[in-house]
């Protein structure tokens, strides 16, 4: 699952998508391209103020459960969630992500690149996912709002979707196998990249269109390989393991 990402700049973000930024942003956001799990970040939803439009807001990377009594995602218990990553299979039911699935709160998540993990040496070897066209990643994600019950601060949050991908030759080679499964049920995931042709129709369609559109990218979109060393000591461990219901 996707832990690390670049997001563009948020004028190239404005000028691929045709949109202009929210007015109302977050005031404690710096625009640190870098993104991990907690970050604030850029993300695309359907404007409610209009018939329809996109609009450019910031949010939290990683769904807030709706009982959660802080924006760090946790359990009834209080155990940390990573919820950056929402599997597909299965969101519906899913107590964190299905409010958001059901009421079509979909959004688009701009990436200049990703980052994965890759096992087949033993050990884990940062990948570096761009565009083979240059151009920005739209990813498939969720949206919704949390409010703190102290405070009333309300908070955007999303978090992106993935797909089981075992068998494809390139994104079924990451993430570390689990040696006592098969190889062709490891559950290696991936992310769900858009076409320009597709990001109004993501934002708009109805729940089952959606799920229609749920597709593993071709291996032809990727420009992938290692992370130059000098950048890979920055990017640290995986997050734990991701809600699973």
Known sequence: MCTRYISP???????VWRIDRRSNQRKDWEHLLTVFPLSLASFIRRADEVEYA???????????PPWSKTHVPTTARGTRLSTVNARTEGMEKSPTYKDAWARGKR???????????NWETGKNVWWRFRRADGAPWGLAGLWNTWIDKETGEVWDNYTMLTLNADGHPL???MHKPDPKLPVDQQDKRSLIPLEVHDFDRW?????????????????ELFDAGPVPASAAAELGKP???AESS
């Open 9 to 15: 700049e948020e004028r190239e973000i404005e000028a």
């Open 54 to 64: 996109r609009e450019l807001v910031v949010g939290q990377w990683g769904m807030i």
């Open 107 to 117: 959004c688009i998540i701009p990436a200049a690149s990703f980052d994965e993990p």
């Open 171 to 173: 994104m079924g080679r």
């Open 203 to 219: 934002l708009t369609c109805t729940v089952e269109e959606a799920r229609a559109m749920l597709k593993v990218p071709p291996v």
């Open 239 to 241: 997050e734990p393991e």
